[in-house]
T-cell receptor, first 115, second 110 residues
Framework: DSGVTQTPKHLITATGQRVTLRCSPR?????VYWYQQSLDQGLQFLIQ???????AKGNILERFSAQQFPDLHSELNLSSLELGDSALYFC??????????????FGPGTRLTVL | DAKTTQPPSMDCAEGRAANLPCNHS???????VYWYRQIHSQGPQYIIH???NNETNEMASLIITEDRKSSTLILPHATLRDTAVYYC???????????FGTGTRLTIIP
């Protein structure tokens, strides 16, 4: 158990819909990262937040947005969903924004299926 | 970040040492080598990291060549639970995003 929790575990929805994925980082971790894992693209970094502020952006679509709240939990919002958004979405957290090495702790993931 | 090359798959007998190679010939001086693994569809798990010296922890050993262009992750006594996809990642100091390649699918054979 990494200490990172994600809800829900599974989500099935239809094209065009909007969903919110939730992540609670390990206690004390200020950084939260979101990754997407699909069959054709592998594991891809989407976005990072550090203590409520966006810190780094990866291959995140404009239809996707994220935020980190004062209690440090984070939400990833996916809108106008397409079939290709079906994937595993992982959240990870780490201990400090300026960590000299990059140990990230991953949650169990949310499996999103868009029908 | 430097690109890495790993064999797509490997087998190892249970109880033997599993040696997973990674080529990172374009690595620069301030880039670290990290290893993560992903068991089935679980979240990736950190294993070990290094800069230029060999490293060992309770999970594995990391051997980095003197020119730093390649490295080997060693699982000393592989068990069935070590069956996973192993990712070698090279990343800059201060760059916190992880760029995963395709990794090596390691299968431990009973």
């Amino acid at each position: 158990d990494s200490g990172v929790t994600q809800t829900p575990k599974h989500l099935i929805t239809a094209t065009g819909q909007r969903v919110t994925l939730r992540c609670s980082p390990r206690s004390g971790d200020l950084s939260v990262y979101w990754y997407q894992q699909s069959l054709d693209q592998g594991l891809q970094f989407l976005i990072q937040y550090y203590n409520g502020e966006e810190r780094a952006k990866g291959n995140i679509l404009e239809r996707f947005s994220a935020q980190q709240f004062p209690d440090l939990h984070s939400e990833l919002n996916l809108s106008s969903l397409e079939l290709g958004d079906s994937a595993l979405y992982f959240c990870a957290s780490s201990g400090a924004g300026t960590a000299w090495y990059n140990e990230q702790f991953f949650g169990p993931g949310t499996r999103l299926t868009v029908l | 970040d430097a690109k890495t090359t790993q064999p797509p798959s490997m087998d190892c007998a249970e109880g033997r040492a599993a040696n997973l190679p990674c080529n990172h010939s374009t690595i620069s001086g301030n880039e670290y080598v990290y290893w993560y693994r992903q068991i089935h569809s679980q979240g990736p798990q950190y294993i070990i990291h290094g800069l230029k010296n060999n490293e060992t922890n309770e999970m594995a050993s990391l051997i980095i060549t003197e020119d730093r262009k390649s490295s080997t992750l060693i699982l000393p006594h592989a068990t069935l639970r070590d069956t996973a996809v192993y990712y070698c990642i090279v990343s800059n100091f201060g760059n916190e995003k992880l760029t995963f390649g395709t990794g090596t699918r390691l299968t431990i054979i009973p």
